[in-house]
């Protein structure tokens, strides 16, 4: 059973960055998918952005591209999310999944996905 624990979030100014992390267990993440999804209040789960743990490339959802960097640290198994520029429609909850054996075509889809960590709360506000 794999575990993801996600830390990092908390009250950022517009424009200012955070780093989200997600540290995984229970199983080693060769040949899965992990990505990031986020949830505002009243609206639905969004993909964030997402790479394939064993190599390929990385996926971005427009609305970060070019101020969020996804990233791995093998030796650890953890996960990373690099925010940068924070908006205050970046606001919400943040939850690192991961998905077994997902092709490029679903790594965008929050069905594709099999495992969830508990989200950690990004507030961007002045």
């Known amino acids: 059973q794999v575990q993801l624990v996600e830390s990092g979030g908390g009250w950022v100014q517009p424009g200012g960055s955070l780093r989200l992390s997600c540290a995984g267990s229970?199983?080693?993440?060769?040949?899965?998918?992990v990505g990031w999804f986020r949830q505002a209040p009243g609206k639905e789960r969004e993909f964030v952005a997402a790479?394939?743990?064993?190599?390929?490339?990385?996926y971005y959802a427009d609305s970060v591209k070019g101020r969020y960097t996804i990233s791995k640290d093998y030796a650890k198994n953890t996960m990373y999310l690099r925010m940068e520029s924070l908006k205050p429609e970046d606001t919400a909850v943040y939850y690192c999944?991961?998905?077994?054996?997902?092709?490029?075509?679903?790594?965008?889809?929050?069905?594709?996905?099999?495992?969830w960590g508990q989200g950690t709360q990004v507030t961007v506000s002045s």
């Open positions: 229970g199983r080693n993440f060769a040949n899965y998918a």
């Open positions: 790479v394939k743990w064993s190599g390929g490339g990385t």
């Open positions: 999944a991961a998905g077994f054996g997902l092709i490029t075509g679903r790594i965008r889809q929050k069905s594709a996905y099999d495992y």
